[in-house]
């Protein structure tokens, strides 16, 4: 199989409102793709697909993933069959702690393998040095799922996630934004442990910083809901130095 | 019809044995004339609007005659025992002395049968405080169930901590219904004395197809500095009938803790009252689950008489199915209570378009210098959590259960020194949620 996910004319609307118009994209295991573009173009929205939130209606267009209708399955078939998604904004949970959180998702997704549920002592011990990985205390393992937690104490433990399921398709919505550069790198360290020739990313930033530390093999623009350009990293720099008007410029008349 | 049919019961009134006090006789028939004349309550009393008991009075609950089905009972307390404490059981409102458990409990605690002490000549010393804790006004609103209680009640539970006793172990009181159309009444005197402290898990509970009624009345008196921490754990069969009612004194610096668990029951009430003195604190903390037909009503009433006191009302309701939730509060804060601190809050998950929620709380308040606050929400789970769980491999239905599981237990967080404990016979209603 040398395509894991396969984007093909993706619509998509919320509320009535088109947002996605014709997205192609096609991801091969072991590469990373960076998304950017300028705010408002469509890049959660085409995540928030991806991992099925509700609410998004896809009115045309296939999305394939390892081979399956990705579509047709709902949320959680999706995470179990690989697909993780870093929130842009992580929501609070109290009441729910994290280390439970880890746990339910952790053997939700060993069931779905078939595999026995984890014994609790080895997944401690597994669940710690990752928390150190991510260079977070301890004590926000016990802590409600993200609450009152630092923004980028949110995102390292959207990161803590991703390295502890292990997912083969990590989708990180603007994990980068607002990051001092220790949580930078903490981010991309993330991201570098867990690259495999099996595993992908789609990085959707707004900042070639992030690329720096992580290096696509692709660099996409999206603008007005289509990817409007794609290049290498050298992309990424240009975009940087230009902004994005002259693309979504050139776009227009094109 | 309904509002004559009371008089069933007060047909079926017998004089109580000749054992008991005179004093005792006199206020049951007392209290038997007020019910004959009021009946129990009615949704024209604005504190019972949203509470329609005629289903009560349609029936004739009657009282166990002989000796209670302890086989039966026994079951149903080691479902809900609490490991490691001091017991009173009662079962159909007689009290079982082979099933409770008081060895070991230190000197200056009294941990006796109501009846039994009753029946004790006037010699032994308590009759004085029985009898002026039994005639004590059940404070601010009198209403029907309480004249029904001091008229019929055959027995109850009797706590009395002297002078610095603080009791290490909890002590689990055990209200077991076991009879079809039968009723249990029973009244229990807490007297916490000058810095001693208890705590005292009230359990109710029957068999899931029995229709009873069970009314309990509390009588508590926390001494200056004394300190009560009373759980409630309503885990009644859902066709039964339940009021219960906890009416406190709270003396100068004394602390009055309530955490109700209201889980069963089919028409139930659970009512709790503190009068709060001199920088005396009360926190109430309660969790109602309703589903199927259940109505559910928490009616709470603080007051605040002098300075300084403090009181946090924190109830958080889950409501399914076509069932109905009723949250009613009031904190008073009298003229003299300065410098109060009153806090009240009431949180509803509405989990079917079906299920109902009247929630009032309300502040009055008679001095200038307090701080006070309430609030409300009335809400669904947030799609957006549910949606975070489901993208991590979790199931629609556990992450749903989850998130309600952690709506209830961020409340049973405060239920103090019992909380783990009473964590998990939440958690018993969530099986997927942990
Ligand atoms: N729930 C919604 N209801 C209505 N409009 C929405 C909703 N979610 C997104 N939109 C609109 O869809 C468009 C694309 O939003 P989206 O969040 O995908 O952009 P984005 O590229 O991720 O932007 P940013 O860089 O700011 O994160 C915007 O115009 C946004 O206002
Ligand atoms: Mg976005």
């Given amino acids: ?254 | 019809m309904s509002a004559l049919s009371h008089s069933l019961y007060v047909d079926s009134y017998r004089e109580p044995a000749t054992n008991e006090p005179a004093w005792l006789s006199r206020l049951r028939r007392q209290a038997l004339a007020r019910f004959e004349a009021s009946g129990f309550p009615s949704p024209r009393d604005e504190e019972w609007r949203y509470t329609h008991v005629a289903p009560i009075e349609r029936k004739l609950f009657t009282a166990a005659t002989g000796s209670a089905d302890t086989d039966a009972a026994e079951a149903l307390i080691e479902s809900c025992r609490i490991a490691d404490a001091w017991s009173l059981v009662f079962v159909d409102g007689m009290f079982v002395p082979e099933l409770s458990e008081r060895h070991g409990l230190p000197a200056g605690v009294t941990l006796e049968s109501l009846a039994s002490l009753l029946a004790l000549s006037e010699a032994d010393g308590n009759a004085a405080w029985l009898e002026s804790g039994l005639e004590r006004e059940t404070e601010s609103d009198r209403h029907g169930f309480l004249d029904f209680n001091t008229a019929f009640f055959t027995d109850g539970a009797v706590l009395r901590l002297e002078e610095g006793v603080a009791l290490e172990k909890p002590v689990q009181l055990f209200f077991v219904s076991t009879r079809n159309d039968g009723r249990a009444t029973l009244r229990n005197l807490i007297r916490i004395g000058r810095n001693a402290e208890a705590r005292v898990v009230e359990t109710h509970v029957g068999p899931p197809e029995t229709g009873y009624l069970g009314t309990v009345v509390n009588q508590i008196e926390v001494a200056d500095n004394g300190g009560l921490n009373h759980y409630k754990l309503q885990l009644d069969g859902g066709r039964a009938y339940h009021f219960g009612g906890s009416y406190a004194r709270v003396a100068r610096d004394g602390r009055f803790g309530h955490h109700l668990l209201s889980l069963g029951g089919l028409l139930v009430r659970n009512e709790v009252h503190a009068r709060l003195g001199h920088a005396a604190q009360t926190e109430m903390n309660g969790v109602f689950l309703s589903e199927n037909r259940q109505h559910v009503d928490n009616h709470i009433r603080v007051d605040h008489d002098e300075p300084h006191g403090s009181s946090r009302v924190s109830y958080r309701g889950i409501l399914e199915d076509r069932s109905r939730g009723v949250f009613q509060g009031r904190i008073v804060v009298h003229a003299d209570a300065q410098k109060t601190d009153a806090e009240m809050n009431n949180r509803n998950l509405l989990l079917s378009d079906d299920a109902e929620i009247d929630t009032k709380p309300q502040l009055e308040i008679h001095a200038d210098d307090v701080k006070c606050a309430h609030g409300v929400t009335i809400g669904q789970l947030d799609p957006d959590s549910v949606f975070y769980l489901e993208s991590r491999g979790i199931d629609a239905a556990t992450a749903r259960e989850m998130l309600t599981f952690a709506f209830a237990a961020e409340i049973v967080e405060r239920f103090g020194p019992l909380r783990e404990r009473l964590r998990g016979l939440l958690l018993a209603r969530f099986p997927n949620a942990q």
């Fill in chain 1, 1 to 254: 199989m040398n395509t894991l996910l396969r984007i093909e004319n993706l619509h998509a609307r919320v509320d009535g409102k088109a947002i996605l118009k014709g997205i192609d994209l096609t991801v091969k295991p072991g590469e990373v793709h960076a998304i950017m573009g300028p705010n408002g173009s469509g890049k959660s929205t085409l995540s928030n697909v991806l991992a099925g939130r509700s609410g998004y209606e896809v009115t045309e267009g296939t999305v394939t993933y390892r081979g399956q209708n990705l579509l047709d399955q709902p949320p959680e078939q999706r995470a179990r069959e690989g697909v993780f998604l870093a929130f842009q904004y992580p929501v609070e949970i109290p009441g729910v702690s994290n280390i439970y959180l880890l746990k339910a998702a952790y053997n939700a997704i060993r069931r779905h393998r078939g595999l026995n549920e984890v014994d609790a002592l080895d997944f401690l011990k597994l669940v710690k040095e990752k928390t150190r990985m991510v260079d977070l205390d301890e004590q926000f393992l016990y802590r409600g799922v993200n609450e009152g937690f630092s923004g980028g104490e949110k995102k390292r433990n959207e990161i803590l996630q991703m390295a502890i399921l292990e997912p083969t398709l990590c989708i990180l919505d603007e994990t980068d934004s607002g990051l001092d550069i220790d949580a930078l790198k903490v981010v991309a360290n993330g991201v570098n442990a867990l690259r495999s020739p099996e595993r992908a990313f789609i990085l959707v930033t707004h900042y070639q910083r992030l690329l720096d530390y992580i290096k696509p093999d692709h660099v996409h623009v999206l603008a007005h809901g289509r990817i409007v350009r794609s290049g290498d990293a050298s992309l990424a720099h240009e975009l940087e130095r230009k902004g994005y008007g002259w693309i979504e410029a050139a776009a227009a008349g094109a």
